[in-house]
């Protein structure tokens, strides 16, 4: 029951995010149609967009469009982006003193120095155990995957001794077999029979 929970709130939690990452584009589309529109107010520095004007605007649609990247992909990579280009906006188009762009400037070296010395790139996979007599039907639809199965009443067991078999691998705890977007591996056994299942995928 918790798994099934887990999962609902999973698929949720994208489901909202693909939507605000949606909601985010079209606002940027339009603020991209209303700025082409405005183009040939630029040289009147009393209208907007004057160069200031764009040039803020521009900023903050990047940022924007790294953002939608951010709430979709979920890698630390697109936070740096994020986090240089909300940095470089504020050295560009504020003014203030030397200090605060000296600041700026050290913040981007230092989040360079750290992409490059101590960031390392890795898929991070995602586990669910599962029964060894959970159906390959409802497996699928609760965790998104695609396992093969010729009969509904295939279970977990079935097809994960089936692959080991044909791979020609013994049957115990840690065999595993890879199907297209996923991953079984035996997490348990019980008399001598595989008892829970360990569903690998991993997050995009």
Known sequence: MRTIIANFLKRLTEILELFIALMLAAGIILLCVRIATSLANVPDLNTWPNYDDLLETCFNLIIGVELIRMVYYHTPATVFEVLIFAIARQIIIDHSS???????????????ATRKYLFC???IPNETILRATT???????????????????????????????????????????????????????????ISRIEVIHAIQ
Do not use: Q, W
Not at 100 to 111: E, F, H, N, R, T
Not at 171 to 184: D, K, T
């Open 121 to 123: 790139e890795f898929d």
């Open 135 to 193: 159906k390959v039907k409802l497996a699928n639809k609760l965790l998104g995957i695609s396992l093969p199965y010729e009969e509904d009443t295939a279970t977990l067991r079935d097809i994960l001794e089936e692959s080991l078999k044909k791979g020609e691998t013994d049957i115990g705890v840690g065999a595993c077999a890879y199907y297209s977007n996923c991953g079984l591996r035996v997490a348990k056994m019980h008399n001598g029979k």
């Open 98 to 112: 030397s200090y605060s762009s000296l600041i700026g400037v050290c913040a981007i070296a230092v989040l360079f």
